[in-house]
């Protein structure tokens, strides 16, 4: 009469222990999120959290003259062209041991906000990515994109963004933006 009731508290034992184990990052990580979680291990960075796949789309002209292609594209250290015609999948992960916190840590208390960082796959392989902070509760913070290492635009570029914007309008067309959008020079 024991044996099947401690066989039961074994059985439920180990079911917790694989339920728990799935919620750790990078459990089960396989294929291509593999390849991102290693892209984002190997510059130091802490993943706290994985949020999957965020996107997949084929690169083109268009997409890097529309928002928020364009921005992701303008923080990379490689130009685009390489990888148009190309399906450009990303990964999305919540991270710590970022550059970023030191330039939001005195601004937000208690850490209300949190670093993502999404890499770029094409073809097996990371092509690059991009970091931005974000409020726990969702919201936006100031500052957009930035680079993997937490570089803005200008730092990367040497560039004001006039200047770049120029150049990326002159390199791939004209900025396209959304209905109703306000551009900024």
């Known amino acids: 009469m024991r044996r099947p009731i401690i066989l039961a508290i074994i059985l439920a034992l180990m079911l917790l222990a694989a339920s728990a184990c799935s919620k750790w990052p990078g459990a089960f990580y396989t294929g291509e999120e593999k390849t991102a979680a290693a892209y984002v291990k190997a510059r130091g960075y802490k993943i706290v959290s994985d949020l999957g796949e965020a996107q997949a789309y084929t690169l083109s002209r268009d997409h ?77 913070l ?23 914007l120029e150049d990326w309008e002159k390199r791939y067309g004209e900025y396209q933006s959304a209905p109703n959008a306000v551009r900024v020079d």
């Open 64 to 140: 890097i003259v529309q928002l928020p292609y364009m921005q992701y594209w303008a923080v990379q250290k490689d130009k685009p062209d390489p990888y148009f015609g190309k399906t450009i999948t990303s990964y999305a992960f919540v991270v710590t041991s970022h550059p970023l916190e030191s330039k939001f840590d005195s601004h937000y208390a208690a850490k209300e906000y949190e670093i993502r960082v999404v890499i770029m796959l094409s073809e097996g392989r990371a092509v690059g990515g991009y970091s931005f902070p974000i409020r726990k509760d969702g919201m936006a």
């Open 142 to 164: 100031a500052g957009g994109v930035y680079s993997m290492e937490g570089e803005t635009l200008e730092e990367i570029t040497g560039l004001n963004y006039s200047e770049w």
